[in-house]
T-cell receptor
Framework: NAGVTQTPKFRVLKTGQSMTLLCAQD?????MYWYRQDPGMGLRLIHY???????AKGEVPDGYNVSRLKKQNFLLGLESAAPSQTSVYFC????????????FGPGTRLLVL | GQNIDQPTEMTATEGAIVQINCTYQ??????LFWYQQHAGEAPTFLSY??LDGLEEKGRFSSFLSRSKGYSYLLLKELQMKDSASYLC??????????WGAGTKLIIKP
């Protein structure tokens, strides 16, 4: 039982390049989330999904797209990376919206030059 | 707007007790979470409060007052491994988690 995994762990991009971050969970959770974490700021929700085939915008969705084609996977795409997207990206999953906690992946450190 | 306030940094001594405060202003309230995050790692769940009062879990306790928009996390018998950031998060009326910036706790021998 690996929990939540993220690929890659670290990536350097040049401005304008594209990339996809992969999140996978093996807990059969319905809900999945993508956050970014920047120094001095709280985690900010980018996009989330309440089930296979569904996605919704969070607090800071601009510049990102997501897909949830399979229940266990949640992909975050950057079509044209910008230096402002330099951040640590965390994926999380949860059973639902109740008191259940969110389980986080180890994070992806992205540097956009 | 929605806001979660926590002290940026706190220092405490090994073996002592420390209280980390969190005040919030959110559109609705559906529970408050505390997470621990060691440097370079993912946040991990510590506690959940939805009703007023104290929830105790080993060396950690969390208190909530909904009328005051206030919570605290109490850590007893501090150990060096407790050096980490502590994140307060509130679930709002849309069931989204609104996160504070975290409190970095430094434990000194």
């Amino acid at each position: 039982n690996a929990g939540v995994t993220q690929t890659p762990k670290f990536r350097v991009l040049k401005t304008g390049q594209s990339m996809t971050l992969l999140c996978a969970q093996d807990m059969n959770h319905e809900y999945m989330y993508w956050y970014r974490q920047d120094p001095g700021m709280g985690l900010r929700l980018i996009h989330y999904s309440v089930g296979e085939g569904t996605t919704a915008k969070g607090e800071v969705p601009d510049g990102y797209n997501v897909s949830r084609l399979k229940k266990q996977n949640f992909l975050l795409g950057l079509e044209s990376a910008a230096p402002s997207q330099t951040s640590v990206y965390f994926c999380a999953s949860s059973v639902g919206e109740g008191p259940e906690t969110q389980y986080f992946g180890p994070g992806t450190r992205l540097l956009v030059l | 707007g929605q806001n979660i306030d926590q002290p940026t940094e706190m220092t405490a001594t090994e073996g002592a007790i420390v209280q980390i405060n969190c005040t919030y202003q959110t559109s609705g309230f559906n529970g408050l979470f505390w997470y621990q995050q060691h440097a370079g790692e993912a946040p991990t769940f510590l506690s959940y409060n939805v009703l007023d009062g104290l929830e105790e879990k080993g060396r950690f306790s969390s208190f909530l007052s909904r009328s005051k928009g206030y919570s605290y996390l109490l850590l007893k018998e501090l150990q060096m491994k407790d050096s980490a950031s502590y994140l307060c998060a509130v679930r709002d009326s849309n069931y989204q988690l609104i996160w504070g910036a975290g409190t970095k706790l430094i434990i000194k021998p």
